[in-house]
């Protein structure tokens, strides 16, 4: 099992940037793929980004292609979020997740086993 703690979430102006970080704890970090999620209010969760478990091989939303960048770093049990030109329909509860199983697209979040608790991202004037 391991455990995910999302951070850096907040409130920043339209064309801004942010930078999220999810620490795990538990199992080894390596043996999972990751995933960043996000929920809007009355909205269904929705995939952001994916990477796999080496960083070879990375995953983005058509909504964040170009603006949103996802890394890891195996070695401290990482996997972070770099938001650049936010926009506010990029504003909900970010998740970070983790993929156990490895045996579909990673897109979807039935694929995952383990959820953080999430961090709330407002992009507003």
């Known amino acids: 099992q391991v455990q995910l703690v999302e951070s850096g979430g907040g409130l920043v102006q339209p064309g801004g940037s942010l930078r999220l970080s999810c620490a795990a704890s538990?199992?080894?970090?390596?043996?999972?793929?990751m995933g960043w999620f996000r929920q809007a209010p009355g909205k269904e969760r929705e995939f952001v980004a994916r990477?796999?478990?080496?960083?070879?091989?990375?995953v983005y939303a058509d909504s964040v292609k170009g603006r949103f960048r996802i890394s890891r770093d195996n070695a401290k049990n990482t996997v972070t979020l770099q938001m650049n030109s936010l926009k506010p329909e990029d504003t909900g509860v970010y998740f970070c997740?983790?993929?156990?199983?490895?045996?579909?697209?990673?897109?979807?979040?039935?694929?995952?086993?383990?959820w953080g608790q999430g961090t709330q991202v407002t992009v507003s004037s």
């Open positions: 538990g199992r080894t970090f390596s043996s999972y793929a």
């Open positions: 990477i796999s478990r080496s960083g070879g091989r990375i």
């Open positions: 997740a983790a993929d156990e199983v490895l045996s579909g697209t990673g897109l979807s979040p039935s694929e995952y086993d383990y």
